[in-house]
């Protein structure tokens, strides 16, 4: 297994407060995600990362703001929680940007009461 | 409309058939194409990627992309009950759009 862990794995938390969510990686890889999937919906892009302190948005990126302050870190801030926000949140790697396969983490259960 | 489409399923074969799973895409120039397995509660694995029109094949698998149709397939050869899982195709042109998988039980 690609060396990926997200932290917490599971959250409840209540509308309006602030949360962090945070993936760690130990494969040195460039590029590194968050998604959220969703019945219905599948999985969608929040934010990615080519860099340390280069970042942009994806799909879904309203509500939520990323960091990463190192290459083996990647965190994914919803600054005031909403119900919508009610998700599992996945971390994924890859060394490009989109030629090669994305290793994905443990996921996040995230649940915004 | 989508920029990833994929019939949810469920689809059921019985063990030994094959597995037909599809995706289309809206994005002219999207450039690389991906099939992903995801079992419940579990992140989601590579089975395969294809860049180029035509065929791939990696032991069961066989992945078939049809860039002016704008569509890409999997074939599973020979199902096994272990293949039950839900199946997302993923398409990068300037990120990456995942389709909302579909679910395949293979029945023994």
């Known amino acids: 297994d690609a060396g990926i862990t997200q932290s917490p794995r599971h959250k409840v938390t209540e509308t309006g407060t602030p949360v962090t969510l945070r993936c760690h990686q130990t494969?040195?890889?460039?590029?590194m995600y968050w998604y959220r999937q969703d019945p219905g919906h599948g999985l969608r892009l929040i934010h990615y990362?080519?860099?340390?302190?280069?970042?942009d948005k994806g799909e879904v990126s309203d509500g939520y703001s990323v960091s990463r302050s190192k290459t083996e870190d990647f965190l994914l801030t919803l600054e005031s929680a909403t119900s919508s926000q009610t998700s599992v949140y996945f971390c994924?790697?890859?060394?490009?940007?989109?030629?090669?396969?994305?290793?994905f983490g443990p996921g996040t259960r995230l649940t915004v009461l | 409309q989508k920029e990833v489409e994929q019939n949810s399923g469920p689809l059921s074969v019985p063990e030994g058939a094959i597995a037909s799973l599809n995706c289309t895409y809206s994005?002219?120039?999207?450039?690389?194409f991906f099939w992903y397995r995801q079992y419940s509660g579990k992140s989601p694995e590579l089975i395969m990627f294809?860049?180029?029109?035509g065929d791939k094949e990696d032991g069961r698998f066989t992945a078939q992309l049809n860039k002016a149709s704008q569509y890409v397939s999997l074939l599973i050869r020979d199902s096994q009950p272990s293949d039950s899982a839900t199946y997302l195709c993923?398409?990068?042109?300037?990120?990456?759009?995942f389709g909302t998988g579909t679910s395949l039980t293979v029945i023994p």
């Open positions: 494969e040195n890889h460039r590029y």
């Open positions: 994924a790697i890859s060394w490009t940007g989109g030629y090669n396969e994305q290793f």
């Open positions: 990362s080519y860099g340390v302190k280069d970042t």
């Open positions: 294809i860049y180029s029109n």
């Open positions: 993923a398409v990068y042109g300037n990120q990456f759009y």
């Open positions: 994005d002219r120039g999207s450039q690389s």
